[in-house]
T-cell receptor, first 111, second 113 residues
Framework: QKEVEQNSGPLSVPEGAIASLNCTYSDRGSQSFFWYRQYSGKSPELIMFIYSNGDKEDGRFTAQLNKASQYVSLLIRDSQPSDSATYLCAVNRGGANNLFFGTGTRLTVIP | EPEVTQTPSHQVTQMGQEVILRCVPISNHLYFYWYRQILGQKVEFLVSFYNNEISEKSEIFDDQFSVERPDGSNFTLKIRSTKLEDSAMYFC???????????FGQGTRLTVV
C-alpha cells in the first residue's frame, strides 16, 4: 500500500470554478499534512499546511483534514490559469521528521 | 523573503565521478533535508540533518551518499561514484522545527552520462 495516494489527473476546470484535489494516506500516526504546488521543472512551493481535523482557509485555498478517514483535500476557489500546476500532497508521519509525497495531481485551469 | 538557495542549478557529470551539491538553508532554520525527484516520478526523501548530525535517512541514502554542514551556512550532499540512475532533480529543504512546513530550494538538476 502506498504511503500517500493522489489521483494523478489530469484535472481540468474552467477559470473561476472550484478545483478539488484529494489525497489519502496509510499511516494513522501521521501528524502533519501539506500541500505543495509544483510547476513543470520547478521545485515544490508550499501552499498550505494543516495539523488538526477540520478546515483551514487561506485566501482562495482551503485545506480539509479528516484523520478518521485518513483523508486530506485542497479546494481552490475562483481558479485561475496561473493555478495550472501539479499539486503534491505530503504527509509527515509520527516519529519521522520527513515528508512522504504523493505522485501529484496535475491541474489545468482553462481560460 | 528568506529562501533556500542551491548551487549549481545544473550539473553534468560522468559516471563514476563524485559530485557535491550545495545548499544554503534559511538562516534561522534548524532542520535540513535532501530530497530527490527522478523525472516524471514523485519527490523522495533522502536524509534529514539536525544539530550537526543525520537524524533520519531513507533506504536510498546508502554509503554512496553523505551530507555535511561545513560551516554555519552551507549544507552539502556528496554523491560518490555516480551512477546513471542518480540522474534526478535534487532538492534541499529546511524547516524551523521538526514536523513543520519545509521550504524547498530551486533544485539542482544532476545528469550522469
Amino acid at each position: 500500500q502506498k504511503e500517500v495516494e493522489q489521483n494523478s489527473g489530469p484535472l481540468s476546470v474552467p477559470e473561476g470554478a472550484i478545483a478539488s484535489l484529494n489525497c489519502t494516506y496509510s499511516d494513522r500516526g501521521s501528524q502533519s499534512f501539506f500541500w505543495y504546488r509544483q510547476y513543470s521543472g520547478k521545485s515544490p512551493e508550499l501552499i498550505m499546511f494543516i495539523y488538526s481535523n477540520g478546515d483551514k482557509e487561506d485566501g482562495r485555498f482551503t485545506a480539509q483534514l479528516n484523520k478518521a478517514s485518513q483523508y486530506v483535500s485542497l479546494l481552490i476557489r475562483d481558479s485561475q490559469p496561473s493555478d495550472s500546476a501539479t499539486y503534491l500532497c505530503a504527509v509527515n508521519r509520527g516519529g519521522a521528521n520527513n515528508l512522504f509525497f504523493g505522485t501529484g495531481t496535475r491541474l489545468t485551469v482553462i481560460p | 523573503e528568506p529562501e533556500v538557495t542551491q548551487t549549481p542549478s545544473h550539473q553534468v557529470t560522468q559516471m563514476g565521478q563524485e559530485v557535491i551539491l550545495r545548499c544554503v538553508p534559511i538562516s534561522n532554520h534548524l532542520y535540513f533535508y535532501w530530497y530527490r525527484q527522478i523525472l516524471g516520478q514523485k519527490v523522495e526523501f533522502l536524509v534529514s540533518f539536525y544539530n550537526n548530525e543525520i537524524s533520519e535517512k531513507s533506504e536510498i541514502f546508502d554509503d554512496q551518499f553523505s551530507v555535511e554542514r561545513p560551516d554555519g551556512s552551507n549544507f552539502t550532499l556528496k554523491i560518490r561514484s555516480t551512477k546513471l540512475e542518480d540522474s534526478a532533480m535534487y532538492f534541499c529543504a529546511s524547516s524551523f522545527r521538526s514536523y513543520t512546513e519545509a521550504f524547498f530550494g530551486q533544485g539542482t538538476r544532476l545528469t550522469v552520462v
